[in-house]
């Protein structure tokens, strides 16, 4: 038996039961387990309280730019590193563009329907506004951080101002019949949880700099907290990729907000998913399920699940990244199974057709278009000789802007994450 036809194997071999049962009841039965599995854990003497109170509380930014890399960064700028040079110069650049725009919030309450429906295109819409006006909040308040000039911070504030003066509250998307599906909230919180943490982000880097004035810190937090309680009370109906980007706003939220109690709620949904989403081979059966979009969704999940763990790691808590699911796959294998993807989509394909059960899946036109998904990897995997050569090969000579390709919050992760 080759070692691709073992991928699925959990406590029994995945293909002795696939010669008496359907492949596609195989998969059935794979969800059923794991959905039956999704009961966070009750016990919280993994996480570190007391060191993460104070330091949410210490100057920032803390996310996933910190103040010791807005150092790094321009000390490698100051001694002529060419691929730091060549980050940064692309950022102002971008930085520059934003200076001539004007913010678009939504105007009143954020309201948006289910992607999957007949108002798909209402949905992208408004997830198009809101990304875009946080990214641009984002690229500004980076270009702050590391050219020091206030220009790009002032107009950074202008574009959340401009979000907390406009846009009001979250409100539930879907019909009134998707109370039998389980999805009456629409993709109101999902769509908050991939996008806001720009905004939350773009704030921590000003807030932490002191760019920001103390009235216009409390409107923006004030502003944040009813989109945070609303993101609080979401449960996903499967605990897929949205799972994962819910842990990366509460993190996100709880840091901005001071709020223990938010972080570390974030901390446990994080820890839920990792032990719930990842199987023995290190790939997502959850994401697996969405057909052509198989492989998109698990970059999707995995994005979140990185950055998760990086911004955990920066509050004292460094025990995420070693655990293992209850199929035995952790984040490391998780890696290692898209890498497998992006050297070889179609083999990917292959190993996985009985549940990805769509004749195409979507890859990148180029394998490192892909992999700025391992720039947060890359500093933990020293020690893996292995597997930090095959994510260098995979990025190659590529530098990451304001645009990697299906990314939602890793803009510039070349600048923010890339040894120099």
């Known amino acids: ?111 948006i329907p289910l992607f999957y429906s007949k108002k798909q295109p209402i949905q992208r819409m408004y997830s198009r506004q809101i990304g875009t006006d946080a990214l641009s909040a984002y690229t500004l308040a980076l270009a702050y951080a ?26 539930d998307g879907g019909d009134f019949w998707n109370i039998f599906t389980g999805e009456k909230k629409g993709d109101t919180p999902i769509v908050i949880s991939y996008h806001f943490p720009k905004f939350i982000m773009a704030f921590d880097i000003l807030q932490g700099l002191s760019a920001i004035s103390k009235e216009d810190e409390k409107r923006f937090k004030n502003w944040l907290r009813p989109f945070v309680e609303y993101v609080r009370r979401y449960e996903p109906v499967i605990p897929n990729n949205q799972l994962s980007w819910k842990a990366l706003f509460l993190l996100n939220a709880g840091r901005v907000l001071e709020d223990t109690s938010i972080f570390c709620e974030g901390l446990k949904t994080l820890k839920c998913a990792l032990r719930i989403q990842i199987a023995r081979d290190g790939s997502m059966p959850l994401e697996l399920i969405r057909k052509d979009r198989a492989s998109t969704y698990t970059l999707m999940n995995l994005e979140a699940l990185l950055q998760g763990i990086w911004i955990a790691e920066n509050h004292g808590v460094d025990n995420l990244r070693g655990i293992s699911s209850i199929f035995g796959g952790n984040i490391e294998l998780a890696c290692k199974n898209f890498i497998d993807f992006l050297i070889d989509p179609a083999k990917w394909h292959s190993r996985y057709r009985f549940i990805i059960l769509s004749k195409e899946i979507r890859f990148p036109e180029d394998p490192s278009d892909w992999a700025w998904i391992f720039e947060i990897p890359l500093n933990w995997f020293s020690d893996k000789k292995e597997l930090e050569k095959e994510m260098q090969d995979t990025i190659g000579d590529r530098i990451y802007g304001k645009y990697p390709p299906e990314s939602y919050t890793m803009q510039f992760s070349t600048l923010i994450f890339r040894k120099f």
């Open 1 to 111: 038996m080759s070692k691709e036809r073992k991928s699925f194997s959990i406590n029994f071999t995945i293909n002795r039961v696939k010669e008496r049962i359907p492949s596609r009841e195989v998969g059935i039965l794979f969800l059923i387990i794991l959905l039956f599995s999704y009961v966070p854990s009750k016990a919280n003497s993994w996480i570190p309280s007391s060191s993460i109170s104070t330091l949410i509380r210490s100057p920032g930014p803390n996310l996933l730019l910190t103040r010791n890399r807005i150092e790094e960064v321009r000390t490698a700028i100051s001694r002529h590193n060419h691929l730091a040079t060549s980050a940064y110069n692309e950022l102002i650049g971008e930085a520059n563009t934003l200076l001539y725009t004007e913010p678009n919030p939504i105007k009143g309450e954020v309201r």
């Open 146 to 171: 590391f050219s020091n000039n206030k220009v790009y911070a002032d107009k950074s504030i202008e574009f959340l101002l401009a979000w907390v003066e406009n846009c009001t509250r979250p409100v």
